[in-house]
């Protein structure tokens, strides 16, 4: 199981830079949706949680808080 940091592609074209720890998601990272948006913030066991800024294709920002379930 990869720990650190790292870079993970996915079969449907995603991506994830950042921390890892047993494999999953975990603390800081960057994930390049295939919409073309990135979501810049914090991770735990996967799942977005906490402090984010969500960057949409268009270039605007959100910022984002809290915990979400999916992807």
Do not use: C
Request: net charge neutral.
């Amino acid at each position: 199981m990869p720990n650190g940091k790292g870079i993970y592609s996915y079969a449907n074209g995603e991506k994830y830079e950042g921390l890892l720890y047993a494999g999953v998601r975990q603390g800081f990272g960057r994930y390049y949706y295939t919409d073309h948006s990135i979501y810049d913030g914090q991770w735990t066991n996967n799942l977005r949680e906490g402090s984010g800024t969500l960057i949409h294709e268009n270039g605007e920002k959100s910022q984002l808080s809290g915990t979400r379930t999916s992807l």
